[in-house]
T-cell receptor
């Protein structure tokens, strides 16, 4: 088995601040994802990466940067935090690059912006 | 454009009964995959079951089964003999065989199972 570790678990930021969320997986999975979950809105894709140094934009990529410098890690940067923003950011991974594969999720980073 | 819609916001059932939740999807592609995931109160999200669009037989795993109606673009989740631990948010999701491969999720249905 493996695990996806997201750090930090809670992140409090100031308006306009650049904030970085990190994700590590030890499954040796090829593909990694970042999703944002807002209350009542399901999960929306921000970025995904099918291999080291690859980045693919999702529907919600504006306002975010991502980086996949190693196969095991995928980081997400909020380029300018929005006042009163509250959301959970979920990292996930899947074994290869095939569309029928299940995703494995981390426990999330809860973001609050003051 | 692809879209997944779950219209039921919440469902309450008694323990040991059956619960059914709906999901409709939109896609122009002929091949796609449909998934159901469960999010527990702790926030953990786990995969439950998958239906491949080219398969006519409904998928079944344990006490989870699917009602796949391709002409209606519908993929319902059925949970039989519900337990208290089935209380959770259930998400329907879709991925395409070709093109963008990441999952598109619905907004979720909250299921509450009472003793």
């Amino acid at each position: 088995g493996g695990i996806i570790t997201q750090t930090p678990k809670f992140l409090i930021g100031q308006e306009g601040q650049k904030l970085t969320l990190k994700c590590q997986q030890n499954f040796n999975h090829d593909t990694m994802y970042w999703y944002r979950q807002d209350s009542g809105k399901g999960l929306r894709l921000i970025y995904y990466s099918i291999t080291e140094n690859d980045l693919q934009k999702g529907d919600l990529s504006e306002g975010y940067d991502a980086s996949r410098e190693k196969k095991s890690s995928f980081s997400l940067t909020v380029t300018s935090a929005q006042k009163n923003e509250m959301a959970v950011f979920l990292c996930a991974s899947s074994p290869g690059t095939i569309s029928n594969e299940r995703l494995f999720f981390g426990h999330g980073t809860k973001l609050s912006v003051l | 454009a692809q879209k997944v819609t779950q219209t039921q916001t919440s469902i309450s059932v008694m323990e040991k009964t059956t619960v059914t939740m709906d999901c409709v999807y939109e896609t122009q592609d002929s091949s796609y995959f449909l998934f159901w995931y469960k999010q527990t109160a702790s926030g953990e999200i786990v995969f439950l079951i998958r239906q491949d669009s080219y398969k006519k037989e409904n998928a079944t795993v344990g006490h989870y089964s699917l009602n796949f109606q391709k002409p209606k673009s519908s993929i319902g989740l059925i949970i039989t003999a519900t337990q208290i631990e089935d209380s959770a948010v259930y998400f329907c999701a879709m991925s395409l065989y070709q093109g963008g491969r990441a999952l598109i999720f619905g907004t979720g249905t909250t299921v509450s199972v009472s003793p």
